[in-house]
């Protein structure tokens, strides 16, 4: 699956697509599948609920936001690859979500699990996705986008947060 091009999604997700290498998209999911539970299980525990400002998310809690928002695109990907027309999908506020993400009770290694079921789902979702599927575009909250743009920006918005949690965490 080719990166995408402009007109693929909202310009808002450059940001976390331009973090994506180049080469074959299944085995940059898998890597940056390895590599983020690899580098969730190396924090030590005295991190977890740390935050490097008031009213910043926990490392704890910017794992969970990083779980809900690959929901969320997988399911907006899955509508693209479907050709669902019809779905009516709206904006996430990443900040309503967090608020309602009680993680005070979940380990660190609990969220790490969860991290590696959803991006499973998410996998087995694109493991088979021909090129032609792939560019079927779908309408979303404000701009169109295609099932290789959130592929994209699943692989990128991880990396966009082990930069601010190796910079500002650690």
Do not use: C, Q
Request: charged share 20%; hydrophobic share 40%.
């Amino acid at each position: 699956m080719k990166k995408p091009f402009p007109g693929e999604y909202n310009p808002y997700f450059d940001r976390y697509i331009s973090l994506v290498p180049d080469g074959d998209f299944n085995a940059l999911l898998n890597e940056n599948t390895a590599t983020a539970i690899s580098f969730f299980e190396s924090i030590p525990a005295e991190k977890h609920d740390y935050r490097y400002a008031n009213n910043k998310w926990s490392i704890r809690e910017t794992l969970m936001h990083i779980i809900d928002t690959e929901r969320v695109m997988s399911y907006r990907a899955l509508v693209a690859i479907r050709k669902d027309a019809g779905a009516v999908l709206s904006n996430m506020d990443e900040n309503h979500y967090a608020a309602n993400a009680d993680v005070t009770g979940r380990s660190l290694a609990s969220l790490v699990g969860e991290f590696a079921a959803v991006r499973s789902a998410t996998t087995a979702l694109y493991e088979h996705i021909t090129e032609e599927r792939s560019t079927f575009k779908i309408m979303g909250p404000t701009h169109p986008f295609t099932a290789s743009a959130l592929g994209y920006i699943m692989i990128g918005h991880v990396i966009h947060h082990f930069n601010i949690v190796t910079e500002r965490y650690l």
